[in-house]
């Protein structure tokens, strides 16, 4: 089925450790996003990619890192969790940049202990 | 600084008509986008207006009025499916999405 596939789903982590959020797509998009979604906020906009081999910052980069070697990976990690990282996480692609139609995978559920 | 505003939480009943409300303040406008997401679920893509007006899609229409800063989306002949958070984002000149907190909806039979 084509789509974006996250993992892990779901993950509890302690404090000061390192976690790496896994998104994969094959729908050959060139632009990917990593949003968090916390209760009674919008979406926040961590990292994109516009093309493999870019990457750039969004309204929320800090404590996180992405890398883009290929058209289909775009992983997520966190360097040293810390609590306040705890929320939803989604990665998103499109077809084209500059647009706003995005497709989401399922998320993944991370809290920080 | 930008903002969307929505309600936060609206009920409405099976079969009924419901108009969620979104205003916005942004830097610039380059569309805006409505999207649906159940409890636990991605959120999916709805409908997006970038010109004054009605866009309709079925049984769900969006609205936009730009000198407002204003769009709602109407859902008819609600289903106890269409029970879900609709968030609102509007793209900014950068071409940035600016999303706001999202409306659930809760439909009663």
């Known amino acids: 089925i084509a789509g974006i596939t996250q993992a892990p789903t779901s993950q509890i982590l302690a404090a000061g450790r390192r976690m790496t959020l896994r998104c994969t797509q094959d729908m050959r998009h060139n632009a990917m996003y990593w949003y968090r979604q916390d209760l009674g906020l919008g979406l926040r906009l961590i990292h994109y990619?516009?093309?493999?081999?870019?990457?750039g910052k969004g309204e929320v980069p800090d404590g996180y890192s992405v890398s883009r070697a290929n058209t289909d990976d775009f992983p997520l990690t966190l360097a040293s969790a810390v609590p306040s990282q705890t929320s939803v996480y989604f990665c998103?692609?499109?077809?084209?940049?500059?647009?706003?139609?995005?497709?989401f995978g399922e998320g993944s559920r991370l809290t920080v202990l | 600084g930008q903002n969307i505003d929505q309600p936060t939480e609206m009920t409405a009943t099976e079969g009924a008509i419901v108009q969620i409300n979104c205003t916005y303040q942004t830097s610039g406008f380059n569309g805006l986008f409505w999207y649906q997401q159940h409890a636990g679920e991605a959120p999916t893509f709805l409908s997006y207006n970038v010109l004054d007006g009605l866009e309709e899609k079925g049984r769900f229409s969006s609205f936009l009025s730009r000198s407002k800063g204003y769009s709602y989306l109407l859902l008819k002949e609600l289903q106890m499916k269409d029970s879900a958070s609709y968030l609102c984002a509007v793209m900014d000149s950068n071409y940035q999405l600016i999303w706001g907190a999202g409306t659930k909806l809760i439909i009663k039979p």
């Open positions: 990619s516009n093309t493999a081999g870019t990457t």
């Open positions: 998103a692609s499109s077809d084209r940049t500059n647009t706003g139609e995005l497709f």
